[in-house]
């Protein structure tokens, strides 16, 4: 069964940090492009970070840049998505998502995870 499981998302004060977790199982995810995106609520889904499988690039949201770093472990078959100098405004249900196979981050959307909900809070 292919499937994508989001973890690491929680409580965490402004200014804090988090490492969301990307796990793939019943498939490999050494040729996919991943994405992170978010959702607020009561707003729209928006992508916040991307990591291509073919040169390694690279894309953050403006709103980030410089706060997020995104990696990924083939051998764990798993991509990070690191999270420091938290801010109320990056509350929001978290999902990776796959490209389809072989394209890069502006590819089509294939298997999404479940979301994880990380909360910045005082």
């Known amino acids: 069964q292919v499937q994508l499981v989001e973890s690491g998302g929680g409580l965490v004060q402004p200014g804090g940090s988090l490492r969301l977790s990307c796990a793939a199982s019943?498939?490999?995810?050494?040729?996919?492009?991943i994405s992170w995106f978010r959702q607020a609520p009561g707003k729209e889904r928006k992508e916040v970070s991307c990591?291509?499988?073919?040169?390694?690039?690279?894309y953050y949201a403006d709103s980030v840049k410089g706060r997020f770093t995104i990696s990924r472990d083939n051998a764990k078959n798993t991509v990070y998505l690191q999270m420091n100098s938290l801010k109320p405004e990056d509350t929001a249900v978290y999902y990776c998502?796959?490209?389809?196979?072989?394209?890069?981050?502006?590819?089509?959307?294939?298997?999404w995870g479940q979301g994880t909900l990380v909360t910045v809070s005082s």
């Open positions: 998502a796959t490209h389809v196979v072989g394209s890069s981050c502006l590819g089509a959307l294939d298997a």
């Open positions: 019943g498939f490999t995810l050494d040729y996919d492009a």
């Open positions: 990591i291509s499988s073919s040169d390694g690039s690279i």
